[in-house]
């Protein structure tokens, strides 16, 4: 049900006007950024990934709102299949912090602060959460990578084409999407 939204703004992004799309891009650029900043400042692994989620819909809407669509489709089949491997990850570890730490209950196992060396203990489970927060950081060779550059591509172009008719602030779209392709990688890294 997340993604339902994204999917009915491509359904019916053909007969918006480009006053709609333009709000569109903008209120997709601002949420891509605000909630890839408050991912950064979580410690709970659970609300990492859902902050991260809500970014990268924010994405999906501003690459429907810069006439992206296409893009935006395939950073949503990307995006669930990357994700749904980071959540399954992420119930893994805490699965198994659980089961370690039984005994103690003020021990918290979403948090991220007490997360370290699970390597050893849960290999497949990090190399599963490597390949897929790898993907959703963007970086070339893997599917995030390319539905990103497609929505980016397609927000640079839009905000040249149409710099002439609105000014130079719907380069902030585009510098918004950037920057939030950039903190991407923090957040997940963490």
């Not at 709000?23 to 902050?51: E, N, P, R, S, Y």
């Not at 370290?116 to 290999?123: A, I, N, T």
Request: charged share 10%.
């Amino acid at each position: 049900m997340v993604a339902a939204g994204v999917y009915l703004l491509i359904r019916v992004q053909p007969v918006l006007t480009p006053v709609v799309l333009t709000t569109t891009a903008v209120i997709g650029a601002l949420t891509a950024f605000m909630a890839a900043v408050a991912a950064i400042t979580q410690f709970d692994i659970k609300k990492v990934l859902a902050f991260s989620t809500i970014s990268q819909l924010g994405y999906m809407v501003m690459g429907i709102g810069v006439g992206a669509a296409e893009a935006s489709l395939f950073h949503l089949w990307t995006h669930a299949f990357f994700k749904a491997g980071l959540f399954l990850g992420a119930g893994a570890v805490i699965h198994y912090l659980h089961q370690v730490n039984h005994e103690d209950h003020s021990f918290d196992a979403q948090d991220m602060r007490l997360m370290g060396g699970l390597k050893k203990h849960l290999p497949v489970t990090f190399i599963a959460f490597l390949v897929c927060g790898l993907s959703l950081s963007g970086l070339p060779l893997f599917s995030g990578f390319l539905s990103k550059e497609g929505i980016l591509t397609g927000t640079w172009l839009w905000a040249a084409e149409r710099s002439t008719e609105y000014g130079w602030w719907v380069f902030a779209v585009s510098d918004l999407g950037f920057i939030t392709a950039l903190l991407t990688p923090v957040y997940v890294g963490r």
